[in-house]
């Protein structure tokens, strides 16, 4: 088996990497709809306050991305999943919540005897029941959320739904079955604010009609198995068979930290991940483990796992690439899946069997190398992000049985004019048997 990918397709070019090397024209996130193909590009700062759907541009295309037109936002009502009743659900990203007005309690009023049970009055925060901190020096607090006020102890997520005999979106929020769904609050200085909770992957119909989505826990969780606290991320997938009017929490996977080499301590633990139903009934799950604020490392391995039992059990997370940034696998109409994942350079490779268990040669779609000589001015002192000249962040839309849409960011594409924007680009990925 092996891939090919066609040339480049521009979708849009923004700002050029030296007024804002990161943010903004960053995060393509594609759509299929009824007549085309969506995606939505993040054109704002890179932080829990700006992604929200107000800081995205809309592009369609009607020719499998060979042309791309802008569209108003309000196309993202046909971006959601079609459900078995026909009607359409779409998770929107929603920002962080300013919670400095309120008054947090501070952990010199912890003693042997405080009862970490008992709720919060409204306007106050109890004692944390975890903490921990990133590089800066921000202090990450985690919360139960059902010791919190009533405003903050609600489990759900806000959903549009567009009924099948209706063209108006209405809005709606999606109760959680959740156990010690955790709250973070990230503390700077004077600056206060909250995690906001909302699913982070794309949702899919398992093989016994439920429908499944993935997510990740704050910056620091409570185990929902365990009720300890951890200040590692971990990954999850929510399970509906309402039509997405509930979901519950079906899967989760804790980080093992062991200080080995398999699961060292310095490390983000297992947040952006994917999942696909392979064509044997066994079910693979990739996960990222860097993060930069976390450990000071823009890369670190992705892991892999499987279950055959629709997600009982997995096995043991085994690292599958040396890097891995946002995890995406599709899987083709004929039942091939394939996978993206990136940071530094981009790779995609496609599942050889229907097991999950062996995988094609990666194609390397960006390289890994610098790409600092690239840039309209070359600077001095080469960052990470000047080095590899992306955000790294690509997605994969399947289109038949051949071949996907990969959707990527280059920050040194140039212009009509020769001069190097932010863009954000896709190519058709061919797999070739």
């Known amino acids: 088996m092996k891939l090919k990918m066609s040339e480049e397709k521009l979708i849009v070019q923004g700002i050029r990497p030296e007024e804002q090397l990161w943010g903004a024209y960053q995060f393509p996130t594609p759509y299929k709809t009824d007549d085309g193909i969506v995606v939505s590009v993040h054109v704002t700062d890179d932080s829990i306050s700006h992604f929200r759907q107000d800081a995205k541009r809309w592009f369609k295309s009607c020719d499998n991305g060979e042309t791309w037109f802008e569209v108003d936002s309000s196309v993202s009502a046909q971006c959601g999943i ?23 309690t501070h952990m010199h009023y912890m003693t042997p005897a405080t009862d970490m049970t008992e709720p919060a009055p409204e306007g106050v925060f109890p004692l944390q029941d975890g903490l921990t901190f990133d590089m800066n020096g921000t202090v990450i607090m985690g919360y139960n959320a059902e010791r919190l006020a ?17 063209d108006e979106l209405t809005e709606e929020y999606v109760s959680l079955d959740w156990p010690y769904l955790t709250r973070v609050v990230y503390i ?8 906001p909770v909302f699913p982070h992957g794309r949702a899919k119909y398992a093989p016994d009609g439920s429908l499944w989505i993935s997510t990740y ?11 300890r606290y951890s200040p590692y991320y971990s990954a999850e997938i929510l399970r509906s068979t309402d039509n997405g009017m509930s979901f519950k929490l079906h899967c989760h996977m804790e980080y093992p930290a062991d200080g080995s080499k398999e699961y060292p301590y310095l490390s983000g633990g297992f947040s952006d991940n994917d999942f696909e139903f392979m064509s044997d009934g066994s079910v693979v799950w990739f996960l990222r483990s860097a993060w930069f604020a976390r450990t000071g490392y823009e890369w670190a391995p ?11 059990t ?13 995890p995406s696998i599709c ?7 394939l ?3 990136a940071r530094p350079g981009i790779f995609v490779t496609a599942c050889e069997n229907y097991s999950g268990t062996k995988w094609c040669e990666p194609l390397e779609v960006m390289t890994p190398g610098d790409r600092s000589h690239l840039a309209n001015i070359v600077p001095d002192k080469i960052k990470f992000h000047d080095w590899d000249g992306a955000c790294n962040n690509p997605q994969l839309l399947a289109l038949d049985d051949n071949t996907a849409l990969i959707f990527y960011s280059d920050f040194y594409y140039p212009d009509s004019a020769g001069v190097k924007r932010k863009s954000i680009l896709c190519r058709k990925i061919t797999v070739e048997r």
């Open 302 to 312: 992705m892991y892999m796992c499987r279950s055959t039992d629709l997600g009982k």
């Open 188 to 195: 700077n200085g004077d600056v206060k604010i909250m995690r």
């Open 82 to 104: 079609k459900l078995r009743n026909g009607d359409r659900l779409f998770f929107p990203q929603v920002g962080s919540i300013d919670v400095s007005g309120y008054e947090f």
């Open 314 to 326: 997995w096995s043991k997370p085994q690292i599958f690439s040396d890097t891995g940034i946002y």
């Open 217 to 227: 826990s704050g910056d620091g969780h409570i185990n929902p198995e365990t009720g």
């Open 339 to 341: 996978i993206c994942y």
């Open 150 to 166: 009533p405003e903050f102890s609600k489990k759900q997520w806000l959903a549009y739904r567009l009924k099948s005999d209706s």
């Open 331 to 337: 899987k083709l109409t004929d039942g091939t899946a």
